[in-house]
């Protein structure tokens, strides 16, 4: 039951009702975790039921050169840097063709804001990779790099949108957003794409009937207030479109960053973030808990309060992974791995496609993967269809 503070929250929440702002900071503020997560839990059931999804994917980051100088990023590099890369659509491939192999059919393409590379170079990449593995699901380029492709290559919103679908893109990440809410940040990223900007490519691309996924950083010099800001800019642009499939709240670690001394978000933190961001995005189907910055044991935990999807199997190309991982191992897990998280957590497994359908693969098609039991039943084919949008 819920403390005196939030019994009126947790009324509306009984009802389905929407939440304000102000029931957002109240719930940020409040010491009573157990109740928030309640909540939480009580709206991803309602949605969701007891399924946690997960996928089998292969993050690859084709450069690490970046023009923005991001205060929480400690992935990027200058173009003349010794640790600088920048890879060709053919090592792209290999490493695509490998990642396949091990049975992924996703692909999270995403990478600095490179100032040489042309829009050859991002339209050969997709429809090479395309080419290639045509069952294949392209996510890629958050809406900052196809800003950064508008001014880099002097093409329009719409040309950049068009000429990618075009090429093979199928949907995008949700990163750049990190917080929308100004002073803060110019203060993390001064020459990164505004917030307003970000709001606006995402619009664009769902009206192009591309599907996205949309992010926030916490846990660095942001407010509730900030956070908030930002969850519910989100929600208003879901109501204008339905383009997002799910959010992801992303924890800030500080190590190897110009805000190294902050400490990070607390494991209470992030449950309570994900917790909230259920509550308040009441019109987006999915709430991720992204175990490589989380930390495995918070991940299974979040499934409990909020949280419906784990994400991937991961396996990176490119250091950006490396720069995230919550506790210093390996950035993948087998999918028995992921399904015996899931599984402790009381939950089902299911592996999802990019667009949350689930996929029933025989285990004879990927021997490497082990102790594999997709969990078919109504609430799956319920839930696929809330997430299309």
Request: aromatic fraction near 8%; glycine fraction near 8%.
């Amino acid at each position: 039951m819920a403390t005196r503070e939030l019994t009126n929250i947790a009324e509306k929440v009984e009802r389905g009702e929407r939440l304000s702002f102000e029931d957002g900071i109240r719930l940020f503020e409040s010491h009573d975790l157990i109740s928030v997560g309640a909540m939480a839990n009580l709206v991803r059931e309602r949605i969701n039921g007891d399924i946690t999804y997960y996928n089998v994917n292969r993050h690859m980051n084709y450069t690490n050169v970046c023009i923005s100088d991001c205060a929480f990023c400690g992935f990027y590099k200058r173009v003349r840097d010794p640790e600088a890369y920048e890879w060709s659509v053919e090592e792209c491939i290999e490493i695509a063709r490998k990642a396949y192999q091990e049975g992924a059919r996703e692909l999270h393409i995403v990478g600095g804001l490179h100032p040489r590379l042309q829009f050859d170079y991002y339209s050969e990449l997709l429809s090479q990779l395309k080419r290639n593995f045509p069952d294949m699901h392209l996510k890629a380029f958050t809406m900052v790099e196809l800003d950064h492709l508008t001014r880099i290559c002097r093409m329009t919103d719409e040309e950049v949108i068009d000429g990618l679908i075009e090429a093979g893109m199928d949907s995008c990440p949700g990163g750049g957003a990190e917080i929308f809410r100004e002073p803060t940040r110019s203060r993390i990223c001064a020459h990164k794409t505004s917030g307003e900007r970000w709001i606006e490519l995402a619009e664009k691309v769902h009206r192009r009937g591309i599907h996205t996924n949309a992010t926030m950083l916490y846990g660095h010099i942001e407010s509730y207030e900030d956070r908030i800001d930002h969850l519910i800019r989100l929600r208003e642009l879901q109501d204008r479109t339905s383009g997002f499939m799910c959010f992801i709240p992303l924890a800030f670690h500080p190590e190897n960053t110009d805000l190294a001394h902050l400490p990070g978000p607390s494991g209470i933190d992030s449950l309570k973030t994900i917790a909230v961001s259920r509550l308040m995005l009441d019109n987006i189907p999915h709430i991720k808990a992204y175990w490589v910055m989380l930390g495995k044991h918070i991940a299974q935990v979040a499934l409990r309060f909020g949280a419906d999807d784990l994400d991937g199997t991961i396996n990176h190309g490119g250091s950006l992974m490396e720069s995230y991982l919550a506790d210093g191992h390996r950035n993948f897990l087998t999918s028995g791995e992921i399904e015996e998280m899931i599984r402790g957590a009381g939950r089902a497994a299911v592996e999802r496609d990019t667009l949350y359908n689930p996929v029933n693969r025989r285990k004879e098609e990927t021997p490497q993967r082990r102790d594999l039991h997709v969990i078919q039943t109504k609430n799956v084919a319920d839930t696929s269809d809330t997430a299309l949008g």
